[in-house]
């Protein structure tokens, strides 16, 4: 059986919303969706942040590899077939980093065009509380940062890494 992942149709990417993606969406093999411009993938796409207010950050590497070598402030990862948005963001968060318990706010879409990755995905941009994580290993190089030293690696950071930041420094 091939693997099913979420997706939205295309033209209601703009639109998505938590409490709307599970009335809109569709599962598609994830080898269909990672071309098929018609439809995006939906990423819950988490900030991972400790009582501390230092974020979590990591070089990327894994299954993604268009975006190998990028610094990402995000854990996240599709939403596979049979789970419901919710179970798939919490799912990924205890994959990646491992947190003892965690609460989140949801933050808003990240809805871009401008390379192949984002012509195929959309993210629900979350900001996870945790007190203590141990980021995984699948995670290279691990660091948790302030938002000050987050700002300087900026133009190191993925093109969803740095709107996720944008968004943390200056809340629309």
Partial sequence: MKNLVMCVPAEKAYYVHPNNVESICCWLPREEAETNKNYKQVIPYCAVVRSDGHYLIYRRKG???????????????????????????????????????????????????????????????????????KPKEELREPEWVALSGARLLRDEMEPWSRYLLDELVHPF
Avoid: C, Q, T, W
């Fill in 63 to 133: 299954n993604e590899k268009r975006l190998h070598g990028l610094i990402s402030m995000g854990v996240g990862g599709h939403i596979d077939g049979g789970e419901s948005l919710l179970e798939g963001l919490h799912r990924e968060i205890r994959e990646e980093a491992d947190p003892e318990s965690f609460h989140y706010k949801f933050l808003g879409i990240v809805n871009m065009h401008n390379s192949p990755v984002d012509k195929v995905h959309v993210g629900l941009m979350y900001k996870v509380y945790v007190d203590y994580a």
